[in-house]
């Protein structure tokens, strides 16, 4: 497995190319959740005036919405999304990924070089990088054993 490949090569195969939703803080819950429905996305990212403020998840709206009893439609994002957010750099690897994941708890990571958002790497992203690229090698190993690799 290939666990030193660059975040920037794995953001660059995932599906629906570099396009990372975004929300401001001032919307409601409620307007951050039909976002996250529509979209069949788990996390949202919050800007405000073109700066990453904070990142809005479906474990903020368990924990710090539903869990805190607070209404939705009336609770703005900026009130319960995560700040303290864990950013990596687009030359970070996929094991750098996959420890800060494991060890922090969380399930996604935005990418970031020189204050700009490149895009979000999630846990399920990292999964399925590793998942392919084990398949090649297995593809490989089947063509070698069999024959069937160039010498």
Same mark, same amino acid.
Not at 22 to 47: C, E, F, H
């Given at each position: 497995?290939?666990?030193?490949?660059? /975040?920037?090569?794995?953001? *660059? $195969?995932?599906?629906?190319?570099s396009?990372? $939703?975004?929300?401001? +803080?001032?919307?409601?819950?409620?307007?951050?959740?039909?976002?996250?429905?529509?979209?069949?996305?788990?996390? !949202? /990212?919050?800007?405000?005036?073109?700066?990453l403020?904070?990142?809005?998840?479906? =474990?903020?709206?368990? =924990? =710090? &919405?539903?869990?805190?009893?607070?209404?939705?439609?009336?609770?703005?994002?900026? @009130? &319960?999304?995560?700040?303290? /957010?864990?950013?990596?750099?687009?030359? *970070?690897?996929?094991q #750098?990924?996959?420890?800060?994941?494991? @060890?922090?708890?969380?399930r $996604?990571? +935005?990418?970031? @070089? @020189?204050?700009?958002?490149?895009? !979000?790497? *999630?846990?399920? #992203?990292?999964? $399925?990088?590793? !998942?392919?690229?084990?398949?090649a090698?297995?593809?490989?190993?089947v063509?070698?054993?069999?024959?069937?690799? +160039?010498?």
């Amino acid at each position: 497995m290939d666990t030193q490949t660059p /975040l920037a090569t794995v953001l *660059s $195969h995932k599906g629906g190319g570099s396009f990372t $939703h975004s929300i401001a +803080p001032t919307i409601t819950v409620v307007a951050a959740v039909d976002i996250l429905n529509q979209a069949k996305i788990g996390s !949202v /990212l919050v800007m405000d005036k073109g700066r990453l403020v904070g990142i809005f998840t479906e =474990r903020d709206v368990l =924990r =710090r &919405v539903v869990g805190s009893r607070l209404d939705p439609a009336t609770t703005l994002v900026a @009130e &319960v999304m995560t700040r303290e /957010l864990v950013v990596m750099r687009p030359t *970070s690897t996929v094991q #750098d990924a996959m420890r800060v994941i494991s @060890e922090r708890r969380i399930r $996604h990571v +935005p990418i970031v @070089e @020189e204050g700009k958002v490149l895009g !979000v790497i *999630s846990q399920g #992203d990292l999964n $399925h990088w590793l !998942v392919r690229n084990q398949q090649a090698e297995v593809a490989q190993l089947v063509e070698y054993v069999t024959g069937k690799y +160039p010498a």
